[in-house]
Each structure stands twice: as structure tokens, then as C-alpha cells.
């Protein structure tokens, strides 16, 4: 068990900017509030709202850490007024309000879960972010279910290589593109059917064909932008397009008679804002359906890179060349 002291190194954002504001400093040990968890953090996942709140573009909620950092793995070594969940010890992984980029950090006792035996501290702390967006947005929302198909773009992403590895998991035909050959060999073998690279040609033309002209059930968009509209032409009837952010921003003049004569939902949500209870049902859902899937080794969270804490620029940095394959992740 580790010994706490008054302070603990963190990472902090100076001002908006580059990768360079990001400047590791001393704070004083976080206190866990009712129902909260502290945690000695051994490693924390790094994600685009990360970078956009680094680059002063991501809004906070009103109860949010400061400190950047959305998802972590550690050990449970003290807790709140209320909380019973979990005991000093209890190796675990979660979904933060901010403040993963740190040597401790609070948590909700509901937004934990049990790390599985495979799993080292590097892997589980990639999996909170992705895989709660990705089993909300596709499965709980949009309902996708065995013998449907799925559109996902950015498949070498955090996010993309959690979708296909579920998709495939539940019975689903998964198309990706992505942005090279090498990250479409990559995709193909994570196990996505098909994939394609979008820099080489037109691939709403590509899924079309792939899929005989039928399209897809259901699009995950992280891009949005001028793919909106070719997004909507691939879903079939009744299908479901759900949008996570906006690298292309989030501007598109599009043509809605299909919503009509396809029966089409749109969708979408983003993860931070999400209330306590929210979350909990959410990690209730990943508790029943996809941990039993990490302890049997069908799926896992991809890593592509580690860094040490005090390195979390280089591993902004990295994430903004998107030369990346996976996860990145901070090691404390």
C-alpha cells in the first residue's frame, strides 16, 4: 500500500496552448467527497478533450477537476462519507470529472469498475473513456445488435479500435476508414471486415460496394463536417447515425428528406457532461456485458504508446499528429 504525503505531482495547464503548457507541479492530495473514492493512480488514459481543454476549446462542467485527465487505473486508498463499494486496495478502473493526470485522484465509487486479471494498469486505464462512449452512444443508444452492420470512421483511433473489437464481439459486420494503408491493416487485424483507406479514393463509393449497395445500420462519426451528408446516404432504412465529435467541424448543409423516406435517427452525446446517474448505468451496463469479455480476452484496449507524467507532452503530441494506433497513456 502506498504511503500518501501532503503533495503529489500532477500536470497542470498553464494557459491555452501548445503542448508545451502542460507543466508538471505539486498539489496537495485530492479529498474524496460523499460517495467518492481516492485512488493512487498508476496510470491515466489520454483523449482528445484532453487536447481541446489544453488548447482552451472544451468547456468544463461546473464540478469538474481542473486538471486534465478523464479515465485512470489505480488502487483504492481511502474514501468518502457513504461510499462502501470499494476498500483500500481494491485494484480498480474509472471514469474521472477531471484530475487523471495525477498521482491521486477522486473518483465516484459508481464509476469504478474491478480490474480483470489480464489486465496490467497501462490497459485498464485505456479502457473508461472509449469504451463508456462507444457501449452508450452504439449500444445503449443507437441499439445495434448482432447480424446489423456498422460504419465507423477513425478505425485506428481509441475509439475506433473499441468499436470494431465490440462490434465484432456482438455479432457485427464492421466497415472503417481510415487514413493509411498501414492503419487499414491495422483495422483488418483487430478483426473489421472491411476497411478503407480514405485517402486513396471516394469511400462513400467503397462502402456502397462493399455492403452490395444495401449501406449500413449504423454510422459512428467522430468527424462529421463535409462526411455528413455521404453519412446519411449509406445508412439503409431505419438507420442510425450517431455523431461523438467534430474534426471537421460541426457545419454541414445537408439534405433531410432522407431522415424521412429512410426512417433514419440522428444521435449523439458526449461523455463529460453526463450526469452521476448516467454514468452509473452506464458502467452498470459495461460491468454486465463487457468485463466479462476483457477477463476471457475478447476484447482489450489497444495501447500504442506509454509516457511517464511528467511527459504528458510528448504524448499530446503525439495524439495531435495522429501517427497513433490506440490508446496513448501516462504512467505515474
Same mark, same amino acid.
Given at each position: 500500500?502506498?504511503?500518501?504525503k501532503?503533495?503529489?505531482?500532477?500536470?497542470?495547464?498553464?494557459?491555452?496552448?501548445?503542448?508545451?503548457?502542460?507543466?508538471?507541479? &505539486?498539489?496537495?492530495? %485530492?479529498? %474524496?467527497?460523499?460517495?467518492?473514492?481516492?485512488?493512487?493512480?498508476?496510470?491515466?488514459?489520454? !483523449?482528445?478533450?484532453?487536447?481541446?481543454?489544453?488548447?482552451?476549446?472544451?468547456?468544463?462542467?461546473?464540478?469538474?477537476?481542473?486538471?486534465?485527465?478523464?479515465?485512470v487505473?489505480?488502487?483504492? +486508498?481511502?474514501?468518502?462519507?457513504?461510499?462502501?463499494?470499494?476498500?483500500?486496495?481494491?485494484? *480498480?478502473?474509472?471514469?474521472?470529472?477531471?484530475?487523471?493526470? /495525477?498521482?491521486?485522484?477522486? *473518483?465516484?465509487?459508481?464509476?469504478?469498475?474491478?480490474? %480483470? /486479471?489480464?489486465?496490467?494498469?497501462?490497459?485498464?486505464?485505456a479502457?473508461?473513456?472509449?469504451?463508456?462512449?462507444?457501449?452508450? !452512444? $452504439?449500444?445503449?443508444?443507437?441499439?445495434?445488435?448482432?447480424?446489423?452492420?456498422?460504419?465507423?470512421?477513425?478505425?485506428?483511433?481509441g475509439?475506433?479500435?473499441?468499436?470494431?473489437?465490440?462490434?465484432?464481439?456482438?455479432?457485427?459486420?464492421v $466497415?472503417?476508414?481510415?487514413?493509411?494503408? &498501414?492503419?487499414?491493416?491495422?483495422?483488418?487485424?483487430?478483426?473489421?471486415?472491411?476497411?478503407?483507406?480514405?485517402?486513396?479514393?471516394?469511400?462513400?463509393?467503397?462502402?456502397m460496394?462493399?455492403?452490395?449497395?444495401?449501406?449500413?445500420?449504423?454510422?459512428?462519426?467522430?468527424?462529421?463536417?463535409?462526411?455528413?451528408?455521404?453519412?446519411?446516404?449509406?445508412? !439503409?432504412?431505419?438507420?442510425?447515425? +450517431?455523431?461523438?465529435?467534430?474534426?471537421?467541424? %460541426?457545419?454541414?448543409?445537408?439534405?433531410?428528406?432522407?431522415?424521412? /423516406?429512410?426512417?433514419?435517427?440522428?444521435?449523439?452525446?458526449?461523455?463529460?457532461?453526463?450526469?452521476?446517474?448516467?454514468?452509473t448505468?452506464?458502467?452498470? &451496463?459495461? &460491468?454486465?456485458?463487457?468485463?466479462?469479455?476483457?477477463?476471457?480476452?475478447?476484447?482489450?484496449?489497444?495501447?500504442?504508446?506509454?509516457?511517464?507524467?511528467?511527459?504528458?507532452?510528448?504524448?499530446?503530441?503525439?495524439?495531435?499528429?495522429?501517427?497513433?494506433?490506440?490508446?496513448? $497513456?501516462?504512467?505515474?
Amino acid at each position: 500500500m502506498p504511503i500518501m504525503k501532503d503533495l503529489m505531482l500532477a500536470v497542470s495547464i498553464r494557459e491555452p496552448g501548445g503542448p508545451g503548457v502542460l507543466q508538471p507541479i &505539486e498539489l496537495p492530495l %485530492p479529498k %474524496p467527497r460523499k460517495a467518492e473514492v481516492l485512488l493512487r493512480v498508476r496510470a491515466a488514459g489520454v !483523449n482528445r478533450p484532453d487536447v481541446l481543454q489544453r488548447l482552451g476549446k472544451y468547456p468544463l462542467p461546473e464540478d469538474a477537476d481542473p486538471l486534465p485527465g478523464l479515465e485512470v487505473a489505480g488502487e483504492v +486508498v481511502a474514501t468518502g462519507t457513504g461510499a462502501g463499494r470499494w476498500k483500500p486496495g481494491d485494484k *480498480v478502473m474509472a471514469l474521472t470529472r477531471g484530475g487523471g493526470y /495525477a498521482a491521486y485522484c477522486c *473518483v465516484h465509487e459508481d464509476h469504478c469498475l474491478a480490474i %480483470p /486479471a489480464p489486465l496490467s494498469f497501462v490497459e485498464a486505464a485505456a479502457f473508461p473513456e472509449t469504451y463508456f462512449t462507444v457501449w452508450y !452512444n $452504439v449500444f445503449m443508444r443507437a441499439g445495434l445488435t448482432g447480424g446489423e452492420s456498422m460504419l465507423v470512421h477513425g478505425g485506428s483511433s481509441g475509439i475506433g479500435t473499441t468499436a470494431i473489437q465490440l462490434g465484432k464481439a456482438f455479432g457485427v459486420t464492421v $466497415v472503417v476508414t481510415a487514413g493509411t494503408s &498501414e492503419k487499414c491493416r491495422f483495422c483488418a487485424d483487430l478483426g473489421a471486415d472491411h476497411a478503407i483507406d480514405y485517402g486513396t479514393g471516394d469511400w462513400e463509393s467503397a462502402v456502397m460496394q462493399l455492403t452490395g449497395g444495401k449501406g449500413v445500420d449504423v454510422v459512428l462519426d467522430m468527424v462529421a463536417g463535409s462526411y455528413m451528408q455521404k453519412n446519411m446516404n449509406l445508412l !439503409n432504412r431505419d438507420g442510425r447515425y +450517431v455523431i461523438i465529435a467534430f474534426l471537421k467541424g %460541426p457545419v454541414a448543409e445537408l439534405d433531410m428528406r432522407q431522415v424521412l /423516406a429512410k426512417r433514419l435517427t440522428i444521435t449523439g452525446s458526449t461523455l463529460r457532461p453526463q450526469t452521476i446517474a448516467e454514468k452509473t448505468a452506464i458502467a452498470a &451496463e459495461l &460491468e454486465q456485458h463487457v468485463v466479462p469479455l476483457l477477463a476471457a480476452g475478447l476484447v482489450r484496449p489497444i495501447i500504442c504508446a506509454t509516457f511517464p507524467l511528467t511527459e504528458a507532452r510528448l504524448a499530446h503530441e503525439l495524439m495531435e499528429s495522429s501517427r497513433h494506433m490506440g490508446k496513448i $497513456v501516462l504512467e505515474t
